[in-house]
């Protein structure tokens, strides 16, 4: 990991929320951990989304500018209050949400300075959760048509979403990550065999939707990238590590992996991608929820001390 600012700029779009874990609130939703990480990996990246005018929204906005993460694109809704999650973990880490509904970010409206930063920005990252109500699922495929590089991670958590919009929402994606449960779910919608094995069902629904490439992530089994065009497919093994609670580690998988894929070193290799995106994902897994403090020192550190005790560092 270096401390380089990168050139690249970066933009989120969706939910931005209080996790309130076992051991106390932390801030959350998926694209706002996205955007924490990308700005802690050197690429600048703002966030299109929705606070209550109250005061989790206040505070919210105010521990955002505090890890780095640019607010000028976070809107005040007056109607509608700051969104906020009962985060449950299990005995095996399993974590299950009970996310209310309706609040602010479900009505992200659009603005000539969204579409600024759209056209501005190399990537688009965005989720199906904020597609669950019709005025922020709008917005976002108004901004989809003049994004870049579109990545969809794919976030089912029930009863929020809907077969239609997340098959739409994929049509418009470059990239996308998604787990094993979700890669089954919409083979399904597909009419896809799930006999198959998941390299197949990503290759008919890279070829269905017009997907560019796909990681499908294991949890302890690690992640596998494909690519349509180039034919190409990598497993890399997740580290092993004393898990605290996996809250935000896919998120930081996909910040870690987009800085390497879109930084424009052609010498990086899919291999070094990947393993990037593992180690910092196994950091934030030991770490308690999904936006801990690091910096490359503390990376780098920890890499060197996991390949030490694998005994691949002479």
């Not at 690249?8 to 609130?25: M, Q, R």
């Not at 600048?44 to 694109?73: F, K, Y």
């Not at 109500?133 to 579109?150: D, G, R």
């Not at 449960?181 to 069902?201: C, F, K, M, N, Y």
Request: aromatic residues 8%; proline residues 3%.
């Amino acid at each position: 990991m270096k401390k380089e600012q990168l050139k690249i700029k970066g933009l989120c779009f969706g939910e931005v929320l209080w996790d309130n874990l076992p051991n106390g609130k932390k801030l959350g939703g998926a694209p706002l951990n996205v955007a924490y990480h990308l700005n802690q990996l050197g690429v600048h990246t703002q966030i299109i989304s929705c606070v209550g005018d109250d005061g989790p929204g206040n505070e919210l906005i105010a521990s955002c500018q505090e890890l780095g993460v640019p607010t000028r694109l976070i809107a005040t809704d007056q109607l509608h209050p700051t969104s906020s999650v009962e985060v449950h973990i299990d005995a095996v880490n399993d974590v299950t949400y009970d996310i209310v509904f309706p609040v602010a970010w479900d009505f992200i409206e659009n603005t000539e300075a969204q579409v600024y930063a759209v056209q501005s920005a190399d990537f688009l990252v965005f989720g199906s959760l904020c597609a669950r109500n019709e005025v922020s699922f709008v917005t976002l495929k108004e901004l989809l048509t003049i994004a870049k590089y579109k990545v969809l991670d794919v976030n089912l958590r029930a009863p929020h979403y809907s077969k239609e919009r997340v098959l739409e929402l994929l049509e418009y994606a470059n990239l996308v990550k998604m787990n094993k449960e979700e890669l089954i779910v919409i083979a399904r919608w597909l009419g896809l065999p799930t006999s198959h094995t998941d390299s197949r069902l990503v290759d008919e629904i890279m070829e269905r939707c017009g997907v560019d490439e796909v990681i499908v992530t294991y949890g302890a089994g690690g992640a596998v990238y494909h690519a349509r065009l180039a034919k190409v497919r990598y497993h890399f093994p997740a580290l092993s590590v004393t898990v605290k609670d996996t809250v935000g580690s896919g998120d930081s998988f996909l910040a870690a992996f987009l800085s390497a894929r879109m930084g424009g070193r052609e010498d990086l290799a899919i291999e070094d991608m990947m393993g990037f995106a593992a180690t910092l994902s196994a950091f934030v897994t030991q770490s308690d929820g999904g936006c801990p403090h690091y910096d490359a020192k503390t990376i780098n550190r920890f890499e060197w001390i996991h390949y030490l005790a694998k005994g691949e560092v002479s």
